[in-house]
């Protein structure tokens, strides 16, 4: 067994702050927790844990006595914690609450959404007060040397500023590229980031609207901070990692970047990896080195949960629900199925027919290369890996009774009694299956049913990420549920990821 790539320290980083300690605090969406980082030494340790109370952490910010405000983005709630620890609610049945602010002992967030609303909350007791409206997709914000909030209008390029005791919002900046946080330095100075894939950062002037930009080449940050010394900090909710910006745009990664989960992985003709990893999909070097193909902010169609390669094009499955092929060469992309509900596993034969699995409705479904679905299985239990054989016979991993099954007529069943079986490939005669209960790849032979261990696993899922779908309805903001894909390669090894893992394995015969 090879590993492909390095994990990263951060499993992705969203809203980071400097508290009073001088440590820098990272909010971590898909993993659910919130770390400290040592900007010195690059040390990274875990100060809230994934399986704690706060399910979706985005943003945070500190008040003048140490208390840490987060946004608990899906949930809808802003909660405290003390230097001491302690988290309580301050606030819930937001939507999409993501901006947080503080002035003082006063607190401020803005919600993600079309048409949302910029509150002030009080953390002592009292309904929150809204102070603007409208927002098209607010997000990390900031108070001003002029005592103002100004926050980002993400999806119509624009940056505004409002009052903190309410009035009429005012239009800081126009045709700013993709902007995602506000942020003021040391100085004053007033820069916006871009969520974009090249990683813009423009500096704006307020009083006159004027703009001048530097490229890092980060795709999807997030957010950005100063330390004492004024030195810029930057957080990418893409690739994770923190990185230390220059005055003109060089870099020096404080904490190194690296794959959110992956959740899904295949290998074209070719050999070459791809991994699908929710807001990027990633193509692995012999280096070792994870590099973007697309984002979801640039030419991906939306949030990538999983993927299996088809010729020379990328079908991906996306937490919308939709099948899409998708061009790497060129970025274009086509939708060619929707509505079947949160995917896990993907297969393809060669003829086209692209099988997939939705694990919330029961169903195994079938595309072929007119975009024709049929319904393989129905009333399954909880379908999440599927592979196909040469024989175009269709065999399903069903982790909640356990089995494997191969479809039909009537579904046969291939092998029984596993402790979760997800991801499933098929490679020569033999059917293997991630037996992540267990922590480990079994073979089995589907002609008769014999299986035995292949090899002793460290998988897994993000810590505290449970299902995130309900009734089938999938949601693009929410964490992936639990899936550890398995993929045959051509040269005949198998290809291993699991979003408590952070990495590509290799497993050779």
Excluded at 30 to 39: N, R, Y
Excluded at 236 to 242: Q, T, Y
Excluded at 258 to 269: E, H, I, Q, S
Excluded at 481 to 500: K, V
């Amino acid at each position: 067994m090879t590993r492909l790539n390095e994990p990263s320290p951060l499993r992705g980083a969203n809203g980071i702050a400097f508290g009073p300690d001088g440590l820098l605090y990272v909010a971590q969406f898909l993993h659910g927790g919130i770390s400290a980082v040592d900007t010195v030494s690059g040390a990274v340790e875990t100060v809230v844990s994934p399986s704690g109370p706060i399910r979706t952490p985005d943003d945070l910010a500190f008040d003048a006595h140490g208390d840490m405000y987060v946004t608990d983005m899906v949930p809808g709630r802003v909660w405290r914690r003390t230097p001491r620890g302690a988290c309580t609610v301050v606030a819930e049945d937001l939507r999409n609450p993501n901006g947080i602010a503080c002035l003082g002992d006063r607190l401020f967030v803005s919600e993600m959404r079309a048409g949302g609303e910029l509150f002030e909350l009080f953390p002592h007791g009292g309904s929150p007060v809204p102070l603007a409206e409208g927002l098209n997709h607010g997000n990390a914000m900031q108070c001003g040397p002029d005592g103002w909030l100004y926050y980002p209008h993400m999806m119509t390029n624009q940056v505004w500023r409002i009052s903190p005791d309410g009035g009429e919002p005012e239009v800081v900046a126009e045709d700013v590229d993709l902007p995602v946080a506000v942020r003021f330095d040391r100085a004053g100075q007033l820069l916006v980031l871009s969520c974009g894939p090249a990683g813009v950062v423009t500096r704006v002037d307020p009083a006159t609207g004027r703009t001048s930009s530097f490229t890092t080449g980060i795709p999807g940050l997030d957010n950005a901070a100063f330390d004492e010394d004024n030195r810029m900090f930057v957080s990418s909710f893409v690739r994770g990692g923190i990185t230390g910006i220059g005055t003109d745009g060089p870099s020096r990664a404080t904490v190194p970047s690296g794959l959110n989960g992956p959740f899904g992985v295949t290998a074209d003709r070719w050999g070459k990896v791809y991994a699908a990893d929710h807001f990027s999909l990633e193509t692995l070097t012999d280096s070792g080195e994870a590099v973007p193909v697309g984002v979801v902010t640039g030419d991906l169609p939306s949030v990538v949960r999983n993927v299996v390669a088809t010729g020379d094009v990328l079908q991906l499955v996306t937490a919308t629900g939709e099948l899409h092929a998708y061009d790497p060469g060129d970025g274009s992309s086509r939708r060619r199925v929707s509505g079947f509900g949160a995917p896990a596993g993907v297969a393809a034969d060669s003829r086209g027919r692209v099988v997939l699995a939705a694990p919330e409705s029961g169903r195994v479904l079938s595309v072929d290369e007119a975009d024709a679905v049929t319904e393989l299985a129905t009333g399954l239990k909880q379908p999440v890996g599927v592979a196909l054989d040469d024989n175009g016979n269709c065999y399903v991993s069903d982790e909640r009774t356990g089995r494997v099954l191969r479809l039909g007529d009537e579904p046969v069943v291939v092998a029984d009694g596993l402790g979760t079986p997800q991801g499933i490939a098929i490679s020569g005669d033999e059917l293997f299956v991630l037996e992540v209960e267990h922590g480990r790849l079994v073979r089995c032979c589907p002609a008769t049913g014999t299986s035995r261990t292949a090899h002793e696993l460290s998988v897994g899922s993000l810590s505290g990420a449970g299902s995130a779908e309900s009734n089938g309805r999938p949601d693009a903001s929410d964490r992936p549920r639990p899936f550890a894909a398995l993929a045959a390669a051509p040269d005949g090894s198998l290809l291993l990821t699991a979003n408590g893992v952070g990495s590509v394995l290799r497993l050779r015969p």
